[in-house]
């Protein structure tokens, strides 16, 4: 996840406006990598995971702003479900295990129909990634960041399963 959150980062740096994947879009995949990252090695004191959630909300309503402006939506819809996963997992929990197994809060209730469905969607946007990452594509994509895209919903959707 951290080399995925390097490559997001150095392609914001060099990325444009004008190119397949805009760096609004790469800069958000780079916060959900680092902050992926973050909560599967430190346990997040609760003003940093709300301020992480609230960050992702913002992280949405700028995805679905972006979709209504932009001829091309369904990369801001993927990212969309991705900070809504982020806000999920973010939003203050009770004491319990953690998926990776350490000792960190939990979601309260059962997954719910919610993480559920946040689960299926992330899984779903994975598959996407790593079709749009095959060879046969077309070309003159960066089939990099479909990779990268992948990895980072596939990780979602293995850190929100574990919520129990």
Not at 14 to 43: K, N
Not at 89 to 97: D, E, I, N, S, V
Not at 135 to 146: I, M
């Amino acid at each position: 996840m951290t080399a995925a959150a390097a490559r997001v980062d150095a392609r914001a740096v060099v990325a444009s406006a004008g190119t397949a994947h805009p760096r609004d879009l790469l800069v958000w995949h780079g916060f959900s990598a680092v902050a992926m990252t973050v909560m599967l090695t430190v346990l997040l004191p609760p003003w940093l995971a709300l301020s992480g959630a609230a960050l992702f909300a913002v992280g949405i309503t700028w995805c679905m702003a972006q979709s209504v402006r932009r001829a091309a939506r369904t990369p801001y819809l993927r990212l969309a479900v991705c900070c809504l996963a982020m806000v999920v997992m973010l939003l203050p929990r009770h004491a319990g295990r953690h998926a990776a197994g350490l000792d960190r809060p939990v979601l309260a209730a059962s997954p719910g129909l919610l993480t559920g469905a946040l689960v299926v969607a992330l899984v779903c946007v994975a598959v996407a990634a790593a079709a749009r990452s095959l060879p046969s594509t077309a070309p003159g994509t960066h089939r990099a960041f479909g990779l990268m895209e992948g990895v980072l919903a596939a990780g979602m959707a293995a850190m929100l399963a574990g919520i129990r």
